[in-house]
């Protein structure tokens, strides 16, 4: 199993940027793909971002970029020029993965979350 803790969430205005983290531990962190995912208020949790093994990785609307560094444990979430759309609870989640250059985008693929942290935009 891994386990998995988000932090860097906050209070940020609009235009501004934000670098979420997401600390895994217990097993090897590079057996996994990674993903993140956020829940507006009200609304379904919606895909974010997600990356390989081996950094292989996708970006949301040219604005987010998710990074990992395997000898750290630790993915990343850089996220800039923030609207108030972006106001929600961001999750990490981890799924395992054979391919070193899988990654995953649905909800349902990922068996590790962790708690999510509150990253909210004001105008």
């Known amino acids: 199993q891994v386990q998995l803790v988000e932090s860097g969430g906050g209070l940020v205005q609009a235009g501004g940027s934000l670098r979420l983290s997401c600390a895994a531990s217990g097993r090897s962190f590079s057996d996994y793909a990674m993903g993140w995912f956020r829940q507006p208020p009200g609304k379904e949790r919606e895909f974010v971002a997600a990356?390989?093994?081996?950094g292989y990785g996708t970006d949301y609307a040219g604005r987010f970029t998710i990074t990992r560094d395997n000898t750290k444990n630790t993915g990343y979430l850089q996220m800039s020029n923030l609207s108030t759309e972006d106001t929600a609870v961001y999750y990490c989640?981890?799924?395992?993965?054979?391919?070193?250059?899988?990654?995953?985008?649905?909800?349902?693929?990922?068996?590790?979350w962790g708690q999510g942290t509150q990253v909210t935009v004001s105008s």
């Open positions: 990356i390989s093994r081996s």
């Open positions: 989640a981890a799924a395992a993965a054979a391919s070193p250059t899988t990654y995953y985008t649905r909800l349902h693929s990922y068996d590790y």
